[in-house]
T-cell receptor, first 112, second 110 residues
Framework: GENVEQHPSTLSVQEGDSAVIKCTYS??????FPWYKQELGKGPQLIID?????GEKKDQRIAVTLNKTAKHFSLHITETQPEDSAVYFC???????????FGTGTRLTVIP | NAGVTQTPKFRILKIGQSMTLQCAQD?????MYWYRQDPGMGLKLIYY???????DKGEVPNGYNVSRSTTEDFPLRLELAAPSQTSVYFC?????????FGQGTRLTVV
């Protein structure tokens, strides 16, 4: 099955700075890569996703980039705010089945 | 719409006891999933279902069972609870590729 690795496991940034989280995947046939945000005591929520036919996607302060050749994708958060503090998970969709394989998560702390 | 509803939110079990974690959805999604989340380990897929009457094993199915008699419900059964099953369990549904998660059930086996 798909194997997704995520780094770093923890990240602290000053409010207003940028944050970058990186993931790699193993299955070159995977074609869908979502990012989820999990706040304390809640289930993960989709914040942005990217498909393999696109190299970059932006949604306000959040962007995701994908390098299919290198099999890695990244989440970029600009102008971070305290409410961005959460655990972020990357995932890759297993081809053939509709199953997501998740990275181990990054705990982002935005310091006011 | 309630979305994905999990019950209970918390539970403490003794070793060897059994229980069922409930998951109900009102979004009419065909795909449903059970994940467990352990600290520093991300989410691991236990079982999934592509529609009523169809279930299949994920990455970590041992010690669990599921059923899917209706589109709405996807219960997860633990027959003989073990300390290794202490975890937070999430149910999710999917329409196409986007997954929607419940609030989770925190289970402790002592």
């Amino acid at each position: 099955g798909e194997n997704v690795e995520q780094h770093p496991s923890t990240l602290s940034v000053q409010e207003g700075d940028s944050a970058v989280i990186k993931c790699t995947y193993s299955d070159s046939a995977s074609n869908y890569f979502p990012w989820y945000k999990q706040e304390l005591g809640k289930g993960p929520q989709l914040i942005i996703d990217i498909r393999s036919n696109v190299g970059e996607k932006k949604d306000q302060r959040i962007a995701v980039t994908l390098n299919k050749t290198a099999k890695h994708f990244s989440l970029h958060i600009t102008e971070t705010q305290p409410e961005d503090s959460a655990v972020y998970f990357c995932a890759a969709l297993e081809t053939g089945a509709n199953n997501l394989f998740f990275g181990t998560g990054t705990r982002l702390t935005v310091i006011p | 719409n309630a979305g994905v509803t999990q019950t209970p939110k918390f539970r403490i079990l003794k070793i060897g006891q059994s229980m069922t974690l409930q998951c109900a959805q009102d979004m009419n999604h065909n795909y449903m999933y059970w994940y467990r989340q352990d600290p520093g380990m991300g989410l691991k897929l236990i079982y999934y279902s592509v529609g009523a009457g169809i279930t299949d094993k994920g990455e970590v199915p041992n010690g669990y069972n599921v059923s899917r008699s209706t589109t709405e419900d996807f219960p997860l059964r633990l027959e003989l609870a073990a300390p290794s099953q202490t975890s937070v369990y999430f149910c999710a549904t999917a329409l196409g590729t986007e997954a929607f998660f419940g609030q989770g059930t925190r289970l402790t086996v002592v």
